[in-house]
């Protein structure tokens, strides 16, 4: 089989310098004989396409559950009949909705007449002809309908078709919630636009997923943007036998979700909130019982919520509001209460004012270990300030500079592809020069320093400078001058020297472990590549990852490069059935579970704790 030669090559290696032929491994190191965990690491491999895992799937049973781990671990659901049916097809499997975490709607809007109300500017004839086709073929794609916002047409019958929606609904929920239902490991929730290049229809003139979100009215105040989110997914998550701990919730394009209706328990017990919302820009804002409802349903989330991220966009042409009065500056406020308690916070293209960033950081000072901040201006006195929290103990922080972002202007466009590519720089960054420094609105020059996050986090743990990175922060943080403040990028050979010079410090950041989606554990240990014949309780070893989980990632990556499996392994651990062999330290336990585990997918290992 292709597939199975091509997995295998990533374990075995394929060049004819390799210490470690097929035939010191032996027939029964077949890829099929290794051990479902290490099965799934391999299978979850970023070398291996998705069509490489359906072909694993489909043609191998050995592997099938392993694959099929990776395939259905994210499944859609979107108002297309296509989507919709194969989603119910999926959580009436058993075999295949036990291994589904994640639910992602895909919100893409249509209302009957949206093409046949266009005015046509060129060849009439034409163009009409294809409104119709559109109309038509959408007909037969959706199973739920947008009410139109746009020029109604003489048999426009608006009463009929918003009865026709709501009882559309009435209808599915409990089917949709019947069907969740049937995902015993469901934690994730998602709602997100189609992307642009989808191609929903494909007969003799295909239809894409960009017509529709070009033809479509863009009322900033429409009010059924979202409907997957407002209609199916938050009902979901108000039940009280609800398994799910995050949310993901990007606005659908060009809509203003802010405007609707929440329902107060929307948000209890999440304990992971992302936002990616526009401003209310160019418009009043919602109005006050939108508002009312999204502090309550915030607010009902404060027990558990544990990790918030929010990413702001704006409209072109849209007038960005002040900051205090932004829906960032809001969020924030909300958050700041003191009823938090924050471990990770992410901010992306926020406007705020400095007093409002620092009093969210110090309300959530005890609890907050991850700290990153992209396109929001950070300045050296606001480091100052930072440092001054007492309470503060970061175990990480970044300061994203891609594109640089000035108070009460619009930095960003909300484009639905899943690329990003399409954002463009701000007007307000000077792009000339060397990009050490940028002008503000009044045309001064504002010096920009990017500094490394280990020296950085010493700085604001109120060590001494001991060598040049630290030196440079601190020239920058008591600059006299503004400086806009920057962390470099991280990479795998800096993160390496910064562990390594940092192996022996207090201040060291434990190496962090995932394990399979089946267990959702998170383990810890003093050496990411630590196997179990060097693990040591008397030197502090607590959390032991099993070597050839996570290990092996970076065993594939050398191994493909030269070849040499024998060096990267060392002398003292012999052939590849040592893997198998391995057996937990004496007194270690297996690991079920992690408060502090991230919701993201995971890298596999499996963990144990003594």
Sequence with gaps: ??????????????????????????????????????????????????????????????????????????????????????????????????????????????????????????????????????????????????????????????????????????????????????????????????????????????????????????????????????????????????????????????????????????????????????????????????????????????PTLRHFKLDIDTVVGGKAPLPDKSIGGTIVSWLSNGQFALRSLSLCSTDLFRNALLPLIRANATSLRHLRVENVPIYSSWVRDLAQIRRLRLDSIQIIRDEEVVYGEGSRWMVPDDSGDDAEPSEDEDLSGDGSSMSDRDGRQIKKEAVTETALLRYLRGKPPVNDDDQRVHTAVYSIAPVLISTLPRSEDAMEDDHASEANSEDSVQYRRRTSPKDGVVAYGDDPLEWFEDWDLEAGDREEPLPYFAALKEFSKKDLEDGNLGEYLGEQSGTWELLRQLSPPEGAIQCDSDEDAESKPPEYSTAYII
């Excluded at 295998?8 to 032929?21: E, R, V, Y």
């Excluded at 290490?38 to 392993?66: F, G, M, Y």
């Excluded at 295909?206 to 479509?216: D, M, N, R, T, V």
């Design 1 to 302: 089989m292709e597939t199975a030669h091509h997995t295998a090559a990533i374990i075995q290696g394929h060049d004819n310098g390799s210490q470690l032929g097929r035939a010191e491994l032996g027939r029964e190191m077949g890829i099929t004989s290794l051990p479902f965990e290490l099965l799934l690491s391999i299978i979850w491999n970023d070398r291996l396409e998705e069509d490489d895992v359906k072909a694993a799937r489909l043609t191998c049973h050995v592997l099938a559950p392993a694959a099929a781990s990776r395939l259905f671990f994210r499944i859609y659901i979107s108002k297309l009949i296509a989507d919709r049916d194969t989603f119910l097809a999926i959580c009436n499997s058993p075999h295949l909705a036990q291994h589904v975490r994640e639910v992602e709607w895909l919100e893409i809007s249509h209302a009957l007449g949206d093409f046949t109300n266009r005015f046509p500017a060129i060849e009439e004839e034409l163009i009409n002809t294809l409104y119709q086709y559109m109309e038509t073929t959408s007909t037969s794609l959706f199973w739920l309908f947008n009410t139109s916002t746009g020029p109604q047409w003489s048999d426009y019958d608006a009463d009929a078709v918003a009865a026709t929606r709501t009882n559309t609904v009435a209808v599915f929920r409990p089917v949709f919630e019947a069907a969740i239902d049937k995902l015993p490991s469901l934690q994730t929730f998602v709602s997100r636009p189609m992307t642009s290049e989808r191609v929903l229809s494909d007969q003799e003139y295909p239809i894409s997923g960009w017509q529709f979100q070009s033809y479509q009215d863009r009322a900033q105040k429409n009010p059924e943007t979202n409907d997957g989110l407002f209609l199916f997914l938050m009902p979901a998550m108000c039940r009280p036998t609800s398994t799910v701990t995050r949310l993901c919730w990007h606005d659908e394009f060009p809509g203003f979700s802010v405007f609707r209706s929440f329902p107060d328990s929307a948000f209890k017990g999440l304990e992971s909130l992302d936002m990616f919302v526009n401003h209310w820009a160019g418009t009043d804002g919602p109005n006050n019982d939108s508002l009312v409802g999204l502090k309550a349903a915030l607010k009902n989330a404060a």
